[in-house]
């Protein structure tokens, strides 16, 4: 275990999306800085720092420059290709552990890891072809949801299976790579439990988060979730096993879906995201600390904070155009606005968001 950081050290920061930068300010809420790392010349979270690398992450000699500025590594997004983080692991402490990546960027590696630990998942199998596909549809039933293993975001790379999908079109569709093939599951509800767990072990919860997704993309999260307080109990145990299992350093998400089950309910894993997470962003203004501080005390070896929520709250994305409406809200009671300075608008590209203490 590192020594932790002292208060004028750096954390490197792979990749500068809003993530990165929301990181980045919460740092500086501490007297950290941080160096931010992306190929993206607009990258929002190079408007926050002083020290910045503007490279692709292929680019040895500005990686090897990177470590040598920053004193810990981290990161925003999960895709981080594997030479890069092997080159800065034998350079720096990198957390969290970039091993945990192979497992969650892989659906099928990540699925049967949380199976292995006695936490359900959907139903899934392996799909290699269209033919193990046939197969998949007969073990896995109808309707089923065929999923890239790698790669796959704001439900890219997916398509559902119903009654008259011809197999084939579907293998075709998702581009004829390995997949898995899930069973569709009939959920009352999708929650999220954002989680920090420090190298000592230390594991604290926020409160789980209902969420609620337009055209794939997380429109809304509600603290709390409308679930029992035993379902909320389990959620978070759940993620705790997980962050255990992992021996995981920072905040993680994990993703569920809640499942009427006779009288009660049943939690089924979805989704884990290494990182700090969207349906996390209410905490910054709905929680005594929020999941961006947590993380960055996390890998600066800290203590955790232990997060008191504030009230009921509701984060809504400004997504796309939407964002251009943030006036709207500027004077909407409760709420605090949070734009990402992104300069170009796209359809579905995320540029803000609104929490608002209820
Ligand atoms: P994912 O990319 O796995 O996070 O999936 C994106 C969204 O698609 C989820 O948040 C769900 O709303 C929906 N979805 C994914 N998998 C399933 C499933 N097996 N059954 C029902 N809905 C699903």
Same mark, same amino acid.
């Not at 089950?261 to 939690?267: A, E, F, S, V, Y």
């Given at each position: 275990m590192s020594p932790p950081l002292a208060p004028d050290a750096t954390i490197g920061i792979l990749g500068g999306g809003q993530l990165g930068r929301m990181l980045a300010l919460a740092a500086?809420? #501490?007297?950290l800085k941080c160096h931010?790392? %992306?190929p993206d010349p607009q990258a929002p979270a190079f408007d926050v720092v002083h020290r910045v690398t503007r490279a692709d992450y292929s680019d040895t000699e500005a990686l090897?420059?990177?470590?040598?500025?920053?004193? $810990?590594?981290?990161?925003?997004?999960?895709?981080?290709?594997?030479?890069? !983080?092997?080159f800065l692991a034998a350079r720096k402490p990198v957390l969290p552990n970039p091993r945990i990546l192979a497992t969650t960027q892989d659906r099928l590696l990540e699925k049967t890891f949380v199976n292995d630990l006695g936490i359900p998942t959907a139903r899934f199998a392996e799909v290699d072809g269209p033919e193990e596909l046939k197969a998949a549809l007969e073990a896995v039933g109808?309707?089923?949801?065929?999923?890239? =293993?790698?790669?796959?975001?704001?439900?890219?790379?997916?398509?559902?299976?119903? +009654?008259?999908?011809?197999?084939?079109?579907?293998?075709e569709e998702i581009g004829g790579q390995p997949a898995i093939l899930e069973a569709f599951v009939p959920f009352e509800r999708e929650v999220s439990v954002i989680a920090a767990r420090n190298a000592a072990g230390q594991v604290e919860c926020f409160d789980v988060t209902e969420n609620e997704h337009r055209d794939h993309i997380l429109k809304i999260s509600?603290?709390?979730?409308?679930? %029992?307080?035993? $379902?909320?109990?389990?959620? =978070?145990?759940?993620? !705790?096993?997980?962050?255990?299992?992992?021996d995981y350093v920072g905040v993680l998400g994990v993703e569920m879906f809640? $499942?009427?089950?006779?009288?009660?309910?049943? #939690? #089924? $894993? +979805?989704?884990?995201?290494?990182?700090?997470?969207? %349906?996390g962003h209410w905490t910054l203004d709905g929680a005594s600390v929020s999941q961006f501080e947590q993380h960055i005390r996390a890998v600066a070896g800290w203590p955790l904070a232990k997060p008191v929520r504030l009230g009921a709250i509701e984060m809504t994305n400004l997504i796309g155009n939407e964002a251009l409406h943030f006036g709207d809200w500027l004077t909407v009671p409760g709420a605090s606005v949070h734009l990402y300075g992104k300069a170009a608008?796209?359809?579905g590209r995320k540029m803000g968001h609104v929490t608002r203490i209820l």
């Open positions: 500086a809420k #501490l007297g931010v790392m %992306s090897d420059r990177f470590t040598g500025d920053v004193d $810990v590594i981290t990161y925003e997004f999960e895709n981080i290709p594997a030479e890069t !983080a092997t109808r309707p089923g949801v065929l999923k890239t =293993r790698r790669f796959g975001y704001d439900g890219k790379g997916q398509v559902m299976i119903r +009654n008259g999908v011809d197999p084939q079109a579907a293998w509600r603290v709390p979730a409308a679930i %029992s307080d035993e $379902v909320a109990d389990a959620a =978070r145990r759940m993620t !705790a096993v997980i962050a255990d299992a992992f809640v $499942v009427a089950d006779g009288g009660g309910h049943t #939690l #089924l $894993v +979805n989704e884990i995201a290494p990182r700090v997470h969207n %349906s608008v796209r359809d």
